[in-house]
């Protein structure tokens, strides 16, 4: 998706609402009744009510500013594709994850919320009982290259170097999307922090997140949460179990 695209802003003042509006496909609606704002989000005949804000008498004389910006989701995510990723000894592949986006609602500039555009199932991802993290499962199958233009997600690439003398049948991958910044490249296009799998001669795993290859990036959104070295040590021990056949 484009940066541009992705981004929405409005002026709202009592007169001019209700104020409907299309962003990344869907339907919305804002108004101000009563010195309140309320934003809703259409599917259909259903409609759900995504915010209900207090406005200061100031903002009902001058207007409020309302704003959707590209976020990512708020979790991991568990990619399980139908086929296994097959990654021979010695080989190393790369290949494209369409992440899909939230947004993140502002008023007058502040942060509200998030607007959740693209539903999960949850899922533990690690050990019953022991390390792991909620996330959400993601059926994604990988794409070869970035060309494709998406309405509703940012590319997010895959590197996975096998340095072992042992090939690998990927069954399942963690994309670490809250760890990571949105960026747009020149094109306008939206991406993520590429991650790294390295698996070394001893068969250790490590996982980096490094910016995007492409120049004159910039950044859009930061990392919801800042990786701990201890945090994807626990995932690294815990896919290793899981996708290594050997």
């Known amino acids: 998706m484009k940066a541009e695209a992705a981004l929405y802003k409005e002026m709202i003042t009592e007169e001019n ?6 962003a990344y496909g869907k339907k919305f609606s804002a108004a101000i009744h009563e010195g309140r704002l309320q934003i809703f989000l259409h599917s259909g005949r259903k409609e759900e009510l995504q915010t209900d804000i207090i406005l200061p008498d100031k903002a009902l004389v ?7 910006s590209p976020s990512l989701p708020d979790k991991p995510l568990s990619l399980d594709p139908a086929r296994s990723i097959y990654v021979l000894a010695g080989a190393t592949v790369s290949f494209f ?5 939230w947004a993140t609602l502002t008023v007058n500039g502040l942060p509200v919320k998030d607007i959740i555009l693209k539903e999960f199932s949850k899922t533990w991802i690690g050990e019953v009982g022991q390390n792991g993290d909620l996330g959400y499962t993601h059926h994604q199958e990988p794409m070869k290259d970035d060309s494709t233009l998406l309405p509703d997600a940012a590319y997010m ?3 996975i170097e096998n340095k072992s003398r042992i090939s690998f049948d990927v069954k399942r991958l963690i994309l670490y999307v809250p760890f990571t910044a949105l960026y747009k490249n020149e094109a306008g296009y939206l991406f993520t922090d590429r991650q790294k799998f390295t698996i070394s001669p001893n068969n250790k795993q490590d996982i ?7 120049s004159g990036i910039e950044t859009v959104a930061r ?12 995932f690294a021990t815990f896919l290793k179990k899981v996708t290594v056949m050997s």
């Open 17 to 22: 609402s209700p104020l409907r509006f299309t």
């Open 62 to 68: 001058s207007g409020t500013e309302i704003a959707l």
């Open 208 to 214: 980096k997140l490094m910016r995007p290859a492409s």
């Open 223 to 234: 990392p919801r949460r800042k990786a701990s070295k201890d945090y994807f040590t626990r």
């Open 157 to 159: 690439e895959i590197i």
């Open 97 to 101: 994850i369409p992440v899909p986006l």
